[in-house]
């Protein structure tokens, strides 16, 4: 079964101070894997995914990921944290077309 | 890029009442949805994978008397809450397959669910 675990529950991180958000998975075959960002009480936005290819993937703000299979992993990093992104970030795995889990979250808190 | 659109954003209602949120993919045919349900400070757990024309696919443990899933067009996905508890007061959110070009998942923005 597939399962995604978040080590991290909350990350505080300074304004201008790199950032990486881990996550690994437990998948069958190749992975589709997804990052996901979340502020209080709304829908969930796609940062980036990973299908096939380039094991780094760039996505929106500034985010990318490293797919590592033989660490079962794709952390989440950030070169240089902005205030705007603290908010609750989720990584998934799915087979394409299907159903996505989603691993726990982790909360990223910004201090200026 | 493809647009998710769920409505109401939050609704409140009396327990033994049903509620129904619809959940729009507004530039792209969703042949599949899925309804999610995120409790507090938890993560997001599939409910039921609801395929357009066809009955829902429920997850285990979710009961399907009690939460409705139609999904009668290529755009409209509907979720009814029926007999609503307080414990059914959640946050819940549609996500659609975009079958486009590279496509992933996009979600609506959620519905908080208060019922009292």
């Known amino acids: 079964a597939q399962s995604v675990t978040q080590p991290d529950i909350h990350i505080t991180v300074s304004e201008g101070a790199s950032l990486e958000l881990r996550c690994n998975y437990s998948y069958g075959a190749t992975p589709y894997l997804f990052w996901y960002v979340q502020s209080p009480g709304q829908g969930l936005q796609l940062l980036l995914k990973y299908f096939s290819g380039d094991t780094l993937v760039q996505g929106i703000k500034g985010f990318e990921a490293e797919f590592k299979r033989s660490q079962s992993s794709f952390n989440l990093r950030k070169p240089s944290v902005h205030w705007s992104d603290a908010a609750e970030y989720f990584c998934a795995v799915g087979e394409y077309g299907n159903k996505l889990v989603f691993g726990a979250g982790t909360i990223l808190r910004v201090k200026s | ?116």
């Open chain 2, 1 to 116: 890029g493809a647009v998710v659109s769920q409505h109401p954003s939050r609704v409140i209602c009396k327990s033994g009442t049903s509620v129904k949120i619809e959940c729009r993919s507004l530039d792209f045919q969703a042949t599949t949805m899925f309804w999610y349900r995120q409790f507090p400070k938890k993560s997001l757990m599939l409910m039921a994978t609801s395929n357009e024309g066809s009955k829902a696919t429920y997850e285990q443990g979710v009961e399907k008397d009690k939460f409705l899933i139609n999904h009668a067009s290529l755009t409209l996905s509907t979720l009814t809450v029926t007999s609503a508890h307080p414990e059914d007061s959640s946050f819940y959110i549609c996500s659609a397959r975009d079958s486009g070009p590279g496509g992933g998942y996009t979600f609506g923005s959620g519905t908080r669910l208060t019922v009292v």
